[in-house]
Antibody
Framework: QVQLVQSGSELKKPGASVKVSCKAS????????MNWVRQAPGQGLEWMGW????????TYAQGFTGRFVFSLDTSVSTAYLQISSLKAEDTAVYYC??????????WGQGTLVTVSS | SYELTQPPSVSVSPGQTARITCSGD??????AYWYQQKSGQAPVLVIY???KRPSGIPERFSGSSSGTMATLTISGAQVEDEADYYC??????????FGTGTKVTVL
């Protein structure tokens, strides 16, 4: 069965960086793109963008350029989200979600990133 | 940027019908998808391509779309349907977006 397992919660100081992992299993990793979605505390879902797992080409949504980087390690079927120069407003749950037939179909459990001094 | 607008909240009594709307300019040409998110959990797809129901989703969930509005209907709402619901679609350029979200209360 398809599973996306994300790395655990992170507590970071402002200005630091964080890398969230999303390990896929149960399907051919390079056959489906991977989305990243942010959910700030008490807020809605925000689509951050996606990465083509075949070519490694990322697409970033408006508002998620510059400090946000999507990457892959196809040898271990894992997608990564790295956020640099962290700010308090980056505090959120970050989800990876497989891109099915034009929509996210399978989701990871989410990773809470807390930015606090 | 493209926006999908939903009502912030909908309240319904158990057994009654809840309707959640999603308004967006590109919806006449783009499919709408609906996700249910219960507290502390990842979203779950309940409707895809406007009106199709994934396997395992109860028949009381249905979807429709007309013009610039898509609608998720919960017929005979149950207490376990209490959750946040988000529509999802793309704009004319292919950028993906979630709706603003609707909190459904069943009481």
């Amino acid at each position: 069965q398809v599973q996306l397992v994300q790395s655990g919660s992170e507590l970071k100081k402002p200005g630091a960086s964080v890398k969230v992992s999303c390990k896929a299993s149960g399907y051919t990793f390079t056959s489906y793109a991977m989305n990243w979605v942010r959910q700030a505390p008490g807020q809605g879902l925000e689509w951050m963008g996606w990465i083509n797992t075949n070519t490694g080409n990322p697409t970033y949504a408006q508002g998620f350029t510059g400090r946000f980087v999507f990457s892959l390690d196809t040898s271990v079927s894992t997608a990564y989200l790295q956020i640099s120069s962290l700010k308090a407003e980056d505090t959120a749950v970050y989800y990876c979600a497989r891109e099915g037939s034009a929509y996210p179909d399978y989701w990871g459990q989410g990773t809470l990133v807390t930015v606090s001094s | 940027s493209y926006e999908l607008t939903q009502p912030p909240s909908v309240s319904v009594s158990p057994g009654q019908t809840a309707r959640i709307t999603c308004s967006g300019d590109a919806l006449p040409k783009k499919y709408a998808y609906w996700y249910q998110q219960k507290s502390g959990q990842a979203p779950v797809l309940v409707i895809y391509e406007d009106s199709k129901r994934p396997s395992g989703i109860p028949e009381r969930f249905s979807g429709s779309s007309s013009g610039t509005m898509a609608t998720l209907t919960i017929s005979g709402a149950q207490v376990e349907d209490e959750a946040d619901y988000y529509c999802y679609s793309t704009d004319s350029s292919g950028n993906q977006v979630f709706g603003t979200g609707t909190k459904v209360t069943v009481l």
